[in-house]
């Protein structure tokens, strides 16, 4: 059951944030995908609730071959698996979008709301680090912006303080040779992960790994990159050999907890074999990409 | 609570309700409008079986603050068929058995409902896709996917 608490309806983002400061006990929903979910179960009793769905200047998809994409925080998740651009520059994240709940979730979910509720089992949390990601946050006093991998800072805990609206993501222009690639492993295909992995591999004029990025998901308290590995990849060139020990690295480095889906000797294992197949994965997409 | 006014259209009908803010869109449509196609399963949206379209997407409708929905257009399982002719999925689900228990049925025509209605040749993997937002725990998906691509396929028609 619900609680009572009492409706805010800001006309603009301007109002959001002026209304955002003025509350103490509240929270924002936009689509409310995940935040209705524990407010039914009592986990959260907000008196105030603060509805940013119809924010319209925060709903947009932009991209310049200079600058990148930008995507603003209450663009749903099903516009960002329809849109052309992103499917044609980062299909990546299309291909992310398309595994995300179900589709009435993503009809009405935002991408901001998902990154806000910083669960470490979402999906776009590594897929945009492994896309070197930044996000802006703001408050009525000012704006910010941070690469999303310090970002999040503990179990649905992140760098916003009260007052801070996700205003906008931004993915940077990718490198001429680059690929990036996203899996993640359950029983039910629009389930939640029950661990996830994200690689990135840019590559030299060489064919040598510029830069490689592997982001766990559901293996910790935040999305968790594995820096130890993917140092082991630069600078190399790159082979089987090499993504199983990044692999095997991933699987050490991971923090997954246990519970009725998956031992936590179960989680590592497929955290191994998941970051193994996705450099793999994101290297070939690299190659192909020269 | 103070109580708030919401205005929404619902099966092409003007509708005017006083709820509470926490009323969510499933709540208003079964039981202050008394539409009671649409169900309730899991609640935790999980199941589909409370899909209807807003705005012509389909959502679930025990997860949207009804409130949200001010100045939009709902549709239930009741508004699809017009003027007492049912509508063409409606009429392929019936021809290929598209139910056992007949609870997930509802969400199942909305969710087949709006895919038909934007898809371009879909596949049949597509078609499967398009209701991986609901669950039948009679199992009975084949002929779900059947009557699905019977109406990709054209064979039946608005009457």
Same mark, same amino acid.
């Given at each position: 059951m619900i609680n009572d608490f009492?409706?805010?309806?800001?006309?603009?983002?301007?109002?959001?944030?002026?209304?955002?400061?003025?509350?103490?006990?509240?929270?924002?929903?936009?689509?409310?995908?995940?935040?209705?979910?524990?407010?039914?179960?009592?986990?959260?009793?907000?008196?105030?609730?603060?509805?940013?769905?119809?924010?319209?200047?925060l709903s947009y998809i932009k991209f310049d071959d200079k600058d990148g994409l930008r995507i603003g925080a209450t663009t749903t998740h099903r516009e960002i698996e329809k849109s052309d651009t992103i499917a044609k520059k980062y299909p990546v994240l299309v291909a992310m979008e398309g595994k995300l709940a179900s589709i009435q979730t993503r009809n009405w979910g935002t991408i901001g709301g998902n990154i806000a509720h910083a669960d470490p089992a979402g999906d776009p949390g590594p897929v945009l680090i492994a896309l070197k990601a930044e996000i802006k946050f703001g408050n009525a006093n000012g704006e910010k912006t941070v690469a999303l991998d310090e970002?999040?800072?503990?179990?649905?805990?992140?760098?916003?303080?009260?007052?801070?609206?996700?205003?906008?993501?931004?993915?940077?222009?990718?490198?001429?040779?680059?690929?990036?690639?996203?899996?993640?492993?359950?029983?039910?295909?629009?389930?939640?992960?029950?661990?996830?992995?994200?690689?990135?591999?840019?590559?030299?004029?060489?064919?040598?790994?510029?830069?490689?990025?592997?982001?766990?998901?559901?293996?910790?308290?935040?999305?968790?990159?594995v820096t130890k590995a993917e140092d082991l990849l630069k600078g190399k060139k790159l082979d089987d050999k090499l993504f199983a020990e990044a692999g095997q690295i991933a699987s050490e480095e991971a923090q997954p907890v246990a519970d009725i889906h998956a031992s936590e000797e179960h989680r590592r294992h497929v955290l191994g074999v998941l970051t193994k197949r996705m450099l793999k994965k994101a290297f070939e997409q690299a190659q192909k990409a020269a | 609570?103070?109580?708030?006014?919401?205005?929404?259209?619902?099966?092409?009908?003007?509708?005017?309700?006083?709820?509470?803010?926490?009323?969510?869109?499933?709540?208003?449509?079964?039981?202050?409008?008394?539409? *009671?196609?649409?169900?309730? %399963?899991?609640?935790?949206? &999980? !199941?589909?079986?409370? *899909?209807?379209?807003?705005? %012509?997407?389909?959502?679930? &409708? !025990?997860?949207?603050?009804?409130v949200q929905c001010e100045g939009m257009e709902v549709t239930t399982v009741e508004g699809l068929e017009k003027n007492g002719k049912l509508s063409p999925m409606q009429r392929a689900f019936l021809d290929n058995g598209s139910y056992q228990c007949g609870f997930c049925t509802p969400g199942m025509l909305m969710s087949a409902t709006a895919f038909v209605s934007e898809a371009k040749n879909p596949t049949k993997d597509e078609m499967k896709e398009s209701i991986e937002g609901n669950t039948c725990r009679c199992t009975g998906y084949n002929s779900i996917v059947r009557a699905i691509e019977a109406v990709t396929q054209g064979k039946y028609k608005e009457e």
């Open positions: 009492h409706y805010l309806k800001p006309a603009s983002l301007k109002e959001a944030l002026a209304m955002y400061a003025q509350y103490d006990d509240c929270k924002v929903i936009c689509g409310g995908q995940s935040l209705l979910i524990v407010m039914r179960q009592g986990m959260l009793a907000p008196e105030y609730l603060l509805d940013i769905k119809h924010v319209k200047e970002f999040f800072v503990d179990y649905f805990e992140t760098k916003m303080e009260h007052g801070d609206l996700v205003l906008e993501i931004h993915v940077p222009a990718p490198d001429a040779k680059f690929g990036c690639a996203y899996q993640k492993f359950n029983l039910l295909d629009s389930d939640m992960g029950i661990v996830a992995a994200a690689a990135s591999v840019a590559l030299n004029a060489d064919g040598t790994c510029k830069e490689a990025r592997i982001v766990l998901g559901n293996a910790g308290p935040t999305p968790l990159r | 609570m103070e109580k708030q006014v919401l205005r929404f259209k619902v099966n092409g009908d003007e509708y005017e309700v006083y709820i509470h803010p926490k009323t969510l869109l499933a709540e208003v449509i079964r039981d202050h409008l008394g539409l *009671t196609g649409t169900k309730r %399963g899991c609640d935790t949206v &999980s !199941c589909g079986a409370c *899909t209807v379209n807003v705005n %012509g997407f389909s959502v679930k &409708s !025990c997860s949207v603050l009804a």
